[in-house]
């Protein structure tokens, strides 16, 4: 972890928000055109493609955490990940312009968004997320890409030849805009991250605090970014895939990676109260996606509101 002067964070805080802004736009823009000239609806890139790019820093601060600090620092950052992605994410989102729910998201996707947040809680219950526990939920992630798989694989079989010759044909910048997008969200995660970090840690905040806070909402801002990018363009299918995509990823994939390398340990006060938060948020989001297939700009201030209301309940 980078470290330095109060000034010298400041500015990697800054200079991580300006990375994250571009490689959102570049993101956004080259998934875009490449859901165009391969015919997948945007909601399928935004599962796919965008989720699995912007939970990429959830893996790095995870991974290193557990290693080399300690593991409260990977599930705090899972578990505040997934909730910001839903308050603050979805909600900044919808009060930007209302989200339409696909009907693949709604009954293909979030399923597994739910089955995800359910694992995790049953599996950490005991007080610990093992080698066995992680094999379930990376055999939950095939499962789940085997059922995205599949559905492309359908939709790529309906399209007729006059479509096909109607479509754009795949371009190298599209690919390379895309790259550049996911190396900016990352890089400039890791700079927000690292500033923001030794702020607190200098401050003498718990490993398990920081992870639920400053990781957790570094960690998401590369979905709030490509999110309220997309939403702003109106392409509100990105935004709403890419926050349950994220979410599946973050349990499925980054934690179940994380106990292959080393046991998770879960701490009562995570039980008694950020595995609640949890399953509130996923309820709350399946519920407000479920009727009217839409999340307004109403719903939008309830889950912002929400989230403000756990990082009150988080403070010391």
Request: glycine share 12%.
């Amino acid at each position: 972890m980078l470290s330095g002067s109060p000034l010298v964070e400041l500015l990697l805080i800054v200079g991580g928000v300006a990375l994250l802004y571009a490689g959102a736009e570049l993101l956004v823009s080259g998934a875009g055109d490449l859901a165009l000239a391969v015919g997948l609806k945007a909601s399928t890139v935004g599962v796919t493609v965008v989720a699995f790019a912007t939970t990429a820093p959830e893996l790095f601060v995870s991974l290193l955490g557990a290693v080399t600090v300690s593991t409260d620092i990977g599930l705090g950052a899972i578990v505040g990940s997934n909730i910001a992605n839903i308050g603050l994410v979805l909600g900044v989102s919808a009060i930007i312009r209302p989200l339409d729910v696909s009907d693949t998201v709604l009954r293909r996707h979030m399923p597994f968004m739910v089955l995800a947040a359910l694992l995790l809680v049953g599996l950490g219950w005991d007080g610990r997320v093992g080698f066995v526990d992680g094999l379930v939920l990376l055999t939950a992630l095939v499962v789940f890409t085997v059922t995205v798989l599949r559905r492309v694989s359908q939709n790529q079989s309906a399209i007729s030849d006059a479509e096909r010759d109607e479509m754009p044909d795949v371009k190298a910048r599209d690919v390379a805009t895309v790259v550049g997008g996911i190396v900016a969200l990352v890089l400039g995660s890791r700079w927000l991250i690292d500033g923001g970090e030794s702020l607190l840690s200098a401050a003498g905040f718990s490993d398990l605090f920081i992870g639920l806070t400053v990781l957790a909402l570094g960690t998401s801002l590369p979905e709030l970014a490509a999110s309220v990018v997309s939403a702003y363009r109106g392409e509100s299918e990105f935004s709403v895939g890419n926050v349950v995509g994220s979410n599946i990823y973050n349990v499925l994939a980054v934690i179940g990676v994380v106990t292959l390398v080393t046991p998770i340990g879960v701490a009562p006060g995570v039980r008694g109260f950020e595995f609640p938060a949890l399953l509130a948020f996923t309820a709350g989001a399946v519920a407000l996606m479920s009727y009217g297939d839409r999340v307004t700009r109403v719903d939008g201030l309830v889950l912002t509101a929400g989230y403000g209301a756990f990082l009150y309940l988080l403070l010391p």
